[in-house]
Every structure is written in C-alpha cells, then in structure tokens.
C-alpha cells in the first residue's frame, strides 16, 4: 500500500529526505515493496501545499528555488490544520528543536496522534521533554512515535538498542552526541584557541550564530535524556541530567591531558548505579585506550555496556541533511514494513 506522507518543516532534514526519496523511489520499491507520495508540506517560510494525490515534488523544488514561495496547489492552512486536514498517514515533524516547552512540535505529534496520524521526527524536543506522554498518546491511538533520528542522527542508536541488542541487558550508555563540542575540542587539541576553533566550527556550518545550545551541553544534555527513557526504560526528565559544557576547557587542561595519556570528551552518559539512573553530561579526561578516545572531528559515537556481548561501539554521523533524512526514511520503511500482511513482510 502506498504511503501518505506530510512533511512539517521544509529546512535541512525535510528537503534531504524529499531528496534521498526522490532519488532512491525505484530502489526501495525493488528491494522493500515502498511506495510513497507526498501529499503535503507545510513550513513557516514556504507555505503550505497539499494535493490528496501526490505533489509534484519535482515542480515544488522548482517553485521554492525560484520564489521561495509554493505556489501550485498552496492552502492557506497552517502546520496544525494541515497535520488535521490533509490525508497522509504519517507526519514528519521536522520544525525546529524547542528545548523550553518543546512547542510546536509537541502540539504538531499530539495532533497527528488524535488524527491517528503516526509521527516521524528528528526534533528532540518532544523526545526529551515528553517521550512517555507523547508515546502513550500514541499508542492510545494505535499509532506510532518514531524517534530514531533524536540521537545521532542516522546512525542507528535507539534501533540498535531495541533490534540487535535486545535480549542483553544495557547497564550504561556513554557516548559523545555532539559534534560540534568534539571538533572544537579536536582543534584545541591541534593548537588552536576555543576562540578560534568555535569560529571554524561555525563558518563550516557544525556550529549556529548562537552556540550555546551546543557548548553548554545542552544538546547533549537533550540526547542523554532521550537515551535514559527510551534504552535505560527509566523517566528521566531534562533537568535530572547533570550538565556541563566544554567553555571552561583551557588550552592548559587539553596539554595536561595529553601528558597523561589521555583527551578531553564532552561526555553523555546514562548509567544504572545501585539501581538507580545517574545521567549526565560533562567534559571527561578519556584514556587514550579507550574507543571513544578516537571519536575526532564532528563524528559521534556511544557505547552501550551489555551482560551479553561487553562493550559495544556504534561510530558515525550525528548530523547533516542526508544523515538525517536517512533516520526518517528509515523510521518510514520501519512503518511499512508494520503495515504489511505478514507473509510478505
Ligand atoms: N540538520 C541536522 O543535521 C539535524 C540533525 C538531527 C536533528 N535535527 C533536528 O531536525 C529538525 C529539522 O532540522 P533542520 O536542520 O531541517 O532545521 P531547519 O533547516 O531550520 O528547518 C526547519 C524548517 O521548519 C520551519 N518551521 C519552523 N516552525 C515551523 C512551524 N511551526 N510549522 C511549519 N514549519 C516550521 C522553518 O521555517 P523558518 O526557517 O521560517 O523558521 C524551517 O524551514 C530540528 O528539530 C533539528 O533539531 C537536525
């Protein structure tokens, strides 16, 4: 069955995944039996655009280039009216990260949900600040909450934890969830001022105007959140974390480090001690031995501590528009996959 898509947010992450989409259509039609349409898009700076039969993705890109405007087949409805009205049954809720009260979104997924519209979405905000009401609301309305694309982007975490992984049982989770405090912390490890190396970090686009969401740790902060009630099981809210970020990290510290056979990491981790969820986030001394003293540049990594199999690694992108498309295309094929009858899935 072909599935209805509507997309909140046309940035980054919404115009990477139209174009994996676009690009792959024969391909994960071949290999997995998907087919899609894309029935609307609403975005604060574009409009909104919504035909029940299919945009014509090709004549919308054309559109935005050129005026910056939707044009053909534009509704005058608003992100909330489009999730009720229009007639896909999936919403990619890709509209900005609020970490204060996680609005919009949070309306945008408890709208899809009473529409019993399933949810899609790369912005942490409803992950972190509402992950059991948003996924029991979900579930009231036998429809899913899919969040693979909060923490590191495409780089499979919560569905490593919840697919290979289960069965062993995940006593810790540490990891270095942002990319943007590693490479800065990768320059001044090369010799380069915090200044100096924060600027870089902004003019190859890692780092915002506004930084602090990154160098304070709250970014991370968010990501650890998520991890404590999605793989941890245990609710955590936001400000339970423990959080610090990578400002006060002098060029004295990094040389320090070094002579100890050791680098600085801005470090989450969710660990269970004495049965109880300790979660933070901070600059740690990490042993040159250890995996993720290798972890350099803008990559991300975390390491899930299991009775099973010890330590293991996942390595790679934690942004980025085709990363990130990645994580919804794959939450997608994941629903597809549900919907089928059993003897063809
Ligand atoms: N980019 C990445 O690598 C990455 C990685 C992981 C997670 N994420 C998360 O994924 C989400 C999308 O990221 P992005 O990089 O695509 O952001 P983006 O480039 O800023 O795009 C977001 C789009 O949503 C629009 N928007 C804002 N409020 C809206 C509303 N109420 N209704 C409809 N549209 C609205 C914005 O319009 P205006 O510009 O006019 O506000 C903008 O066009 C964010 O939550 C982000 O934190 C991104």
């Known amino acids: 069955m072909e599935q209805k ?13 139209a174009e994996i989409l676009k690009n ?26 919504f035909d029940p039969d299919g945009l014509d993705m090709e004549k919308v890109m054309s559109e935005i280039q050129s005026t910056g405007q939707f044009s053909s087949n534009r509704m005058d409805w608003d992100a909330v009216e489009t999730i009720r009205f229009c007639n896909a049954d999936v919403i990619c809720e890709l509209a900005f990260t609020n970490l204060k009260d996680g609005e919009p979104a949070l309306t945008h997924c408890t709208t899809a949900f009473q529409s019993r519209k399933h949810i899609v979405t790369s912005n942490k905000g409803p992950a972190a600040l509402a992950y059991h009401q948003m996924k029991s609301l979900a579930d009231k309305h036998n429809v899913l909450f899919m969040i693979e694309g909060t923490v590191m982007s495409g780089t499979p975490v919560l569905n490593l934890a919840s697919g290979p992984l289960a069965g062993c049982q995940i006593s810790a989770v540490k990891g270095i969830l942002n990319g943007t405090t590693n490479y800065i912390l990768t320059q001044m490890e090369s010799g380069m001022s915090y200044e100096s190396a924060l600027q870089q970090a902004q003019e190859l686009g890692y780092a915002e105007a506004d930084p602090t969401g990154d160098v304070e740790g709250y970014d ?7 991890l404590a009630n999605v793989v941890m099981g245990v609710p955590c809210r936001i400000d339970e974390v423990d959080c610090k970020g990578i400002t006060q990290i002098t060029a004295k510290d990094i040389e320090s480090a070094k002579a100890q056979g050791a680098r600085w990491k801005l470090i989450g981790s969710v660990e269970m001690v004495d049965g109880k969820l300790s979660a933070s ?5 990490v042993s040159l031995t250890h995996p993720l003293a290798g972890i350099m540049g803008a990559v991300n990594a975390v390491t899930f501590t299991t009775d099973l199999l010890g330590d293991v690694t996942i390595v790679g992108a ?28």
Do not use: C, W
């Open 220 to 226: 991370a902060r968010a990501k650890v959140t998520i």
């Open 5 to 17: 898509i509507a997309l909140i947010g046309f940035g980054t992450v919404g115009q990477g995944l």
């Open 281 to 285: 986030v901070h600059p740690e001394m």
């Open 318 to 345: 934690g942004a980025g528009k085709i990363e990130t498309g990645f994580s919804i295309l794959n939450d997608l094929l994941a629903i597809h996959k549900l919907s089928l009858p059993e003897d063809l899935s």
């Open 24 to 49: 792959k259509k024969a391909e994960l039609f071949e290999i997995y039996g998907y087919s899609y349409t894309i029935v609307a898009i609403s975005d604060m700076k574009f409009g909104t655009v």
